[in-house]
């Protein structure tokens, strides 16, 4: 049997899925709420430095992976325009639901499908630009989930990995103390689910720092790899370019 982690918890490979699935189908409803609460807004700030270094251009294809409730599928298609294509994806339907309805409201009828990021339905060297934004870190294999971005990219193709990461040392203890007493708490009241957001905190610390991720990155094929921390890196945006 092949582990793995599930927050602090060690869980068989074949279960993880399906826990993270629960996570999400919990805080579906209350995910908008509850970023623009645990960030203070930030979350909006660090898109918006994503979509600047997608530099996209009007017919580009866009894959966007772990798309959730939508925020930067709908960035990207104002982006490419009615001549580009931006697919939204994610491996949780509720999750991805919630953001058809909010791209549909927007004016936008995106194409919309759930997905394993490990073992993606797309053909090779298809999109020109491929994201995920805080989903690396819930995936189980998250080597096979960077190869399978890199086959679908073009050459120059570029993937960017806006994950949370680790935090500058002096801010550790505060940080840990929000994460661990505050966080839960507000999931408690806001969402009705403290053990979700105490989950999310647990994943933040089990997923692979900035210079691990990019070093992960270069093993899945991509050539040049850069991050930029933002917010004293809890938060860093991980730039891999196909060669």
């Not at 294999?141 to 193709?157: I, T, Y």
């Not at 009705?192 to 990155?217: F, T, W």
């Not at 270069?218 to 921390?229: E, I, L, M, R, T």
Request: glycine share 8%; charged share 25%.
């Amino acid at each position: 049997m092949s582990t793995t982690h599930f927050g602090f918890e060690t869980v068989d490979e074949k279960d993880k899925a399906r826990k993270v699935r629960g996570v999400f189908d919990s805080v579906a409803s209350k995910y908008d709420v509850m970023n623009d609460l645990m960030s203070g807004g930030l979350h909006r700030v660090w898109k918006h430095y994503t979509v600047m270094v997608a530099n996209l251009k009007e017919g580009q294809r866009v894959l966007d992976i772990a798309g959730g409730t939508g925020d930067l599928s709908l960035a990207f298609a104002k982006k490419v325009g009615p001549s580009g294509q931006v697919v939204h994806t994610d491996i949780n339907e509720a999750m991805l639901r919630v953001g058809r309805d909010r791209l549909i409201d927007k004016g936008l009828n995106l194409p919309t499908t759930v997905c394993d990021a490990e073992a993606l339905p797309f053909p090779d060297q298809h999109f020109d630009l491929v994201s995920v934004a805080f989903g690396l870190r819930n995936m189980t294999n998250k080597d096979q989930a960077l190869k399978e971005m890199c086959r679908v990219l073009k050459p120059r193709g570029k993937l960017l990995v806006l994950e949370f990461s680790k935090v500058a040392k002096p801010l550790e203890k505060a940080y840990d103390l929000y994460s661990f007493q505050v966080l839960p708490r507000i999931g408690k009241m806001v969402a009705g689910d403290a053990d979700s957001y105490r989950y999310l905190a647990e994943s933040i610390r089990m997923h692979p720092g900035q210079a691990e991720l990019k070093a992960m990155m270069q093993k899945a094929g991509f050539g040049h790899v850069d991050y930029h921390n933002m917010t004293a890196g809890i938060t860093a945006l991980h730039v891999g370019i196909k060669c």
